[in-house]
């Protein structure tokens, strides 16, 4: 689990039980000391304490159950995947690094947000995090990852404007290129057939 926000932990439980019986879920531990904390939760602001309540729904049945297992900072969990600590957009946030047969995904959860804004501006925060400080170092750590520390992101995040504003490193990684006029016409050619392109 990258974070513990409603919208990445919210659907691992439903009615007070677990949705996935064979899982166990992973986090790093400052994610669950704040946001399963009670006392967290009593001194959290009246707006925020929904995304407390929200973690904690969806968390127990699995702490219940013995299948919540945090680990403390980077490292290896598991023979090709890799936890690496990105602090800030919530205490404990963690991007992995899965690699198989040579290849190599990054999995960054909420590391960035609005790709057509952050690329070209990563040092740009948003409301949610909850250290902006931490938070903005942490997208550019990521960006300057060569492309084969970082080798895959979602190709979807780099499109459009974009494209023309991601960093050399970015645009390795995403696989994505400045649009031209071409490429602007093609896409909109693919979508008129029901077909997604990529920039390539």
Known sequence: MTHMHADHVGGVA?????VFPNAIIRADKREGEFWLSKESLDKAPEAMKGFFQGAQASMKPYVEAGKYKP????GELVPGIRAVSTYG????HTMYMVESKG??????????HVAAVQFAE???TIQFDSDTKRAAPQRKKAYA????????WPSRMCRSRASASCAPTARAIAGCRPTTRRTRRANSQGRARGHRRAFT
């Open 14 to 18: 439903a009615n007070g039980q677990v």
């Open 71 to 74: 680990f403390d900072g980077a």
């Open 89 to 92: 957009h919530t205490p404990g």
């Open 103 to 112: 290849q190599k995904l990054a999995v960054w959860g909420d590391l960035m």
């Open 122 to 124: 990563p040092a740009v």
């Open 145 to 152: 990852m060569p492309p084969r520390t970082a080798s895959s």
